[in-house]
């Protein structure tokens, strides 16, 4: 689950992270009052106007903005404000921008230059260690860097099972050449930084930039967190902070009829039990030349308003142009799923496109006869890649 950048600040602060501080406003008026508070609170000549949106490369796409004066803020947060923004992150159409963020300007003048730089805590799924990705490249986008100077890129890997050790911390407060006061502040910064990430079950920290003030201060001006959904249950606070505006309203339909979907760009709807079999089933259809049109996973129960709700999810998208139903009937019984595939077509009446099923398991014989026998719109297969290949000639006819 992916929040947004406030959220995200407002978690690393609660774990002694140094963070940009900022109000949100949701209105031009309220961007106003908030920039005099801001403004009162840090001492600070400027602000920040940032939208907030679950998408990465704001400013290049006008959605980061300095305000000076109540007039300047208040015309820059208008034009945020309702704005679809485009970012490389987003689709064509963008993201809605609901509210802004009115954060404090930390790029003062001072003693020494300011300095940016990139870091996140992700796990590394091949070792199975969190690690700490880090840069002096800060403020860019990090997959340019990674590309163009590979060399500047450290990772630093944590034993699971004594954690991120202080000598860690240190070493990367070194590779970013930090010195004296600025020194012992990103020690403190990454220490607090991880304990954040391994305390609530995030599946990534992203801070970029983390900015060295002018003064020496190490502080997160950007903050991209993502909280592992299988872990919600044991923080519903940060579960509370969940905006379903910021996702697709399909997934999130699908999500309260317990359904795993996923959206893709294809032409060939999959309704399956399992995600290992969804994923393979994915698979032969590309190879079949087919486009899968998205991931589905029923799960272990396939009754009738299982399955009808399942179908209309699917239809939702006007480019699905047949629909592949690959269910192993292993705890679930053929048969069962079968009666419900019918009992779900004929709730629906007329679906405008083929319905290909291939049951396996338990009762599967059964299964094929009751969909042969329906006298439906709906085509039986044994083998899975006899089911592609189904599916690849109807869609063409369709």
């Given at each position: 689950?992916?929040?947004?950048?406030?959220q995200?600040k407002q978690i690393l602060k609660?774990?002694?992270?140094?963070?940009?501080e900022?109000?949100?406003?949701?209105?031009?008026?309220q961007?106003?009052?908030?920039?005099?508070?801001?403004?009162?609170l840090y001492?600070c000549?400027v602000?920040?106007i940032?939208?907030?949106?679950?998408a990465g490369g704001?400013?290049?796409g006008?959605?980061i903005?300095?305000?000076?004066?109540?007039e300047?803020?208040?015309?820059?947060?208008?034009?945020?404000?309702?704005?679809?923004?485009?970012t490389p992150?987003?689709?064509?159409k963008?993201?809605l921008?609901?509210k802004?963020?009115?954060?404090?300007?930390?790029?003062?003048?001072g003693?020494?230059?300011t300095?940016?730089?990139y870091?996140?805590?992700l796990?590394?799924r091949a070792?199975?260690?969190?690690i700490?990705?880090?840069?002096?490249?800060?403020g860019m986008?990090?997959e340019?860097v990674a590309h163009d100077t590979p060399?500047?890129i450290?990772?630093?890997?944590?034993?699971?099972k004594?954690g991120?050790?202080?000598?860690?911390?240190r070493?990367i407060?070194?590779n970013?050449?930090l010195e004296?006061k600025a020194n012992?502040e990103m020690v403190?910064f990454?220490?607090?930084?991880?304990?954040a990430?391994?305390?609530?079950?995030?599946s990534?920290f992203?801070?970029?930039?983390?900015l060295?003030?002018?003064?020496?201060?190490?502080?997160?001006?950007?903050?991209?967190v993502s909280l592992?959904?299988?872990?919600?249950?044991?923080?519903?606070?940060y579960?509370?902070?969940?905006?379903v505006?910021e996702?697709?309203?399909?997934?999130?339909?699908?999500?309260?009829h317990?359904?795993?979907?996923?959206?893709?760009?294809?032409?060939v709807?999959c309704?399956v039990?399992?995600?290992g079999?969804?994923m393979?089933?994915m698979?032969?259809?590309?190879?079949?030349?087919?486009?899968?049109a998205?991931f589905?996973?029923v799960?272990?129960?396939?009754?009738a308003k299982?399955?009808?709700q399942a179908?209309?999810?699917i239809?939702?998208?006007?480019?699905?142009?047949?629909?592949?139903?690959?269910?192993?009937?292993?705890?679930?019984r053929c048969?069962?799923?079968?009666?419900?595939?019918?009992d779900?077509?004929k709730?629906?009446?007329?679906?405008?496109?083929?319905i290909i099923?291939?049951l396996?398991g338990?009762?599967a014989?059964?299964?094929?006869?009751i969909?042969?026998e329906?006298g439906?719109k709906v085509?039986s297969?044994?083998?899975?890649?006899?089911?592609?290949?189904?599916v690849?000639?109807?869609?063409?006819n369709?």
């Amino acid at each position: 689950m992916n929040i947004h950048e406030y959220q995200g600040k407002q978690i690393l602060k609660s774990f002694g992270v140094a963070i940009q501080e900022g109000i949100v406003a949701e209105t031009p008026e309220q961007a106003v009052k908030a920039a005099e508070e801001v403004k009162k609170l840090y001492g600070c000549d400027v602000v920040v106007i940032k939208a907030q949106v679950h998408a990465g490369g704001r400013g290049k796409g006008g959605g980061i903005k300095i305000g000076k004066t109540a007039e300047d803020v208040f015309e820059k947060a208008s034009k945020i404000i309702g704005m679809h923004l485009v970012t490389p992150q987003t689709s064509a159409k963008g993201k809605l921008v609901r509210k802004v963020l009115i954060a404090q300007d930390v790029y003062y003048p001072g003693e020494t230059p300011t300095k940016e730089f990139y870091m996140s805590v992700l796990l590394d799924r091949a070792k199975g260690r969190n690690i700490i990705i880090y840069t002096t490249e800060g403020g860019m986008d990090i997959e340019q860097v990674a590309h163009d100077t590979p060399d500047k890129i450290w990772k630093e890997e944590i034993d699971p099972k004594v954690g991120l050790r202080d000598f860690q911390a240190r070493k990367i407060a070194f590779n970013l050449g930090l010195e004296g006061k600025a020194n012992k502040e990103m020690v403190a910064f990454v220490k607090a930084l991880y304990k954040a990430y391994d305390s609530i079950d995030a599946s990534l920290f992203e801070i970029n930039p983390v900015l060295k003030t002018s003064d020496n201060k190490i502080i997160a001006v950007d903050a991209k967190v993502s909280l592992d959904n299988n872990a919600l249950y044991r923080h519903p606070d940060y579960a509370a902070l969940r905006d379903v505006t910021e996702e697709d309203p399909t997934e999130v339909e699908a999500g309260e009829h317990e359904l795993n979907y996923v959206k893709l760009d294809g032409n060939v709807g999959c309704m399956v039990n399992g995600a290992g079999l969804a994923m393979a089933t994915m698979d032969i259809i590309k190879l079949s030349g087919g486009d899968p049109a998205n991931f589905l996973d029923v799960g272990g129960t396939a009754d009738a308003k299982r399955v009808e709700q399942a179908f209309r999810i699917i239809l939702k998208d006007p480019h699905v142009k047949g629909i592949l139903v690959n269910i192993f009937g292993g705890i679930v019984r053929c048969d069962r799923v079968a009666n419900g595939i019918v009992d779900a077509y004929k709730n629906m009446g007329n679906i405008p496109v083929p319905i290909i099923v291939r049951l396996q398991g338990t009762n599967a014989v059964e299964a094929k006869k009751i969909i042969d026998e329906s006298g439906l719109k709906v085509y039986s297969a044994i083998q899975l890649q006899e089911a592609a290949d189904l599916v690849g000639k109807l869609i063409k006819n369709n």
